[in-house]
């Protein structure tokens, strides 16, 4: 977790032991697994398990859900072993109640404005672009933007090349990177995942 100085980074949709290691080494303080259908970062239930059990202790290991049902989230939170839950969708208050349960993050993913962290009874607060995972950014540098209050993340969009700008800007406390680290869509590369935590610390 950040140490409330540096900016905390998530690299997310993860597939493979390498990218998972190097991630941890860069220093990521969270990685996330994509459990939602029909990405091809979706990876199942025992493949995250064995990923999250190379992450250490002080990393956050997050499973990412899009229009998912509270029991599937569940199942498939319990079976990975993940420590996080990423809603993506029209989940409200009560669909966080019920997935809370002790040494779990939730976070809450949205492409709509957002006053402050925890509206819905959220750990986390994710500002995604209005396509997730598209890698396509918004208009984050819009004299319109107003950041939320407490501990939200910046995503959509952000790559080696433009993070420390987005994080000047908008203040976020922290950054969520997915298809701006590959290579190719579903591909990681692990120069572009070292690059990336580099300028979002720089």
């Known amino acids: 977790m950040t ?27 969270a990685v996330g697994f994509v459990f939602a259908p029909g990405s091809p970062r979706t990876i199942g239930a025992a493949e995250a398990r064995e990923l999250a059990a190379r992450v250490p202790a002080g990393v956050l290991t997050v499973g990412v859900f899009r229009g998912q049902s509270v029991e599937e989230v569940r199942r498939l939170t319990e079976e990975s072993g993940v420590r996080g839950v990423q809603l993506h969708g029209e989940e409200g208050p009560e669909d966080f109640a019920a997935l809370r349960a002790e040494g779990r993050t939730l976070l809450r993913a949205t492409a709509e404005h957002a006053e402050r962290c925890g509206e819905y009874g959220e750990d986390l607060l994710l500002i995604d672009a209005p396509e997730p995972g598209s890698g396509k950014p918004w208009n984050w540098g819009s004299a319109e933007f107003t950041a939320p209050e407490g501990r939200w993340l910046l995503a959509g969009g952000l790559t080696p090349g433009n993070v420390r700008e987005a994080v000047g800007t908008t203040g976020a406390w922290g950054v969520d990177v997915s298809s701006g680290v590959e290579r190719e869509r579903g591909v990681k590369s692990p120069e572009l995942i070292r690059a990336f935590i580099e300028a979002a610390r720089g």
């Open 3 to 29: 140490d409330g100085t540096s900016v905390f980074i998530k690299i997310c949709g993860l597939k493979t032991a390498h990218d998972v290691d190097v991630a941890v080494a860069a220093g990521a303080d």
